[in-house]
C-alpha cells in the first residue's frame, strides 16, 4: 500500500527520476508548455512550483539553489528573470495540467503542463 507516500517512483531509480524531472523542468521553462504522461505531469508541478516560489526574490543565492537544482544557466537565468517575476502576487499554483489524449501506442493518458498566464 502506498498510504501518504511522499512522491511517485515513475519505475525509476532515485538518479533516474532525479535526471528526469531536471529535464522535464528545463523542458518546461523554455517552452513554456509541454506534453507528456499525467503522472509525470503530476510530480513536475510539484517540483517546478517550488523552484518558481524559491525564484520570487532573485539574489545571488536564489540563482545558486536554482542552479543546483537544474544544472543548465538559460534556464536559471530565464526562471529568476523573466517567469517567477510574473507570479510575484500569487502565492502557488503557478502551472497547470490539461489531459489532452490518449497515447496510441500504449493507451497512456496524455496531458499538457503549462505555465498560468
Known amino acids: 500500500m502506498r498510504h501518504r507516500h511522499g512522491y511517485r517512483k515513475l519505475g525509476r531509480t532515485s538518479s533516474h527520476r532525479k535526471a528526469l524531472l531536471r529535464n522535464l523542468s528545463i523542458a518546461l521553462i ?3 508548455k509541454i506534453e ?3 503522472f509525470k505531469a503530476k510530480e513536475l508541478q510539484r517540483y517546478i512550483e517550488k523552484l518558481v516560489s524559491v ?3 532573485s539574489d545571488f543565492n536564489t540563482h545558486r539553489f536554482v542552479f543546483a ?11 529568476i528573470t523573466e517567469i ?3 507570479f510575484t502576487s500569487r502565492n502557488g499554483g503557478y ?10 501506442g500504449d493507451s ?5 503542463i503549462e505555465f498560468v498566464d
Not at 69 to 79: D, G, I
Not at 108 to 112: E, F, K, N
Open 69 to 79: 537544482e537544474l544544472q543548465n544557466k538559460k534556464a536559471t537565468k530565464k526562471l
Open 36 to 38: 507528456t504522461g499525467v
Open 108 to 112: 497512456s493518458v496524455m496531458a499538457i
Open 55 to 57: 525564484s520570487k526574490d
Open 95 to 104: 502551472t497547470r495540467i490539461h489531459r489532452s489524449r490518449i497515447r496510441h
Open 84 to 86: 517567477a517575476p510574473k
Open 30 to 32: 523554455e517552452h513554456g
